[in-house]
């Protein structure tokens, strides 16, 4: 099992950042032999549906939404199993809850971690943030 606790949101204005932060406790899904994994970051805005945001995994290669290309990127510090999603240049579209999410795929499976083809097993509580003048 894996537990995922997310921090660093906020209320900022158009044009602020912010860095949030997911920290994964438990099972070290990291060096298993028998899976790989898929972190992202998600976000719900009040209304709408919920939205992927941000992935990468096992394959160090990131994947992001075109509508925060150039402004968000995600990374990961692997000795504290920290993800973190740098957000940049922050429009009010931003707000909304956002979330960290965790998927470990058995290997032979693998198909790299694409927003599009991600399916999460584990999701923090959520962070919410807020872009407003």
């Known amino acids: 099992q894996v537990q995922l606790v997310e921090s660093g949101g906020g209320s900022v204005q158009p044009g602020g950042s912010l860095r949030l932060e997911c920290a994964a406790y438990g099972d070290d899904y990291k060096h298993s032999k028998d899976t790989y994994y898929c972190m992202g970051w998600f976000r719900q805005a009040p209304g709408k549906e919920r939205e992927g945001v941000a992935t990468?995994?096992?394959?160090?290669?990131?994947n992001r939404a075109g509508s925060v290309w150039g402004r968000f990127t995600i990374s990961e510090d692997n000795s504290k199993n920290i993800l973190y999603l740098q957000m940049n240049s922050l429009k009010p579209e931003d707000t909304g809850m956002y979330y960290c999410a965790l998927q470990r795929i058995p290997r032979r499976q693998w198909r790299g971690c694409a927003i599009s083809v991600i399916q999460p097993d584990y999701w923090g509580q959520g962070t919410q943030v807020t872009v407003s003048s």
């Open positions: 990468i995994g096992s394959d160090d290669n990131p």
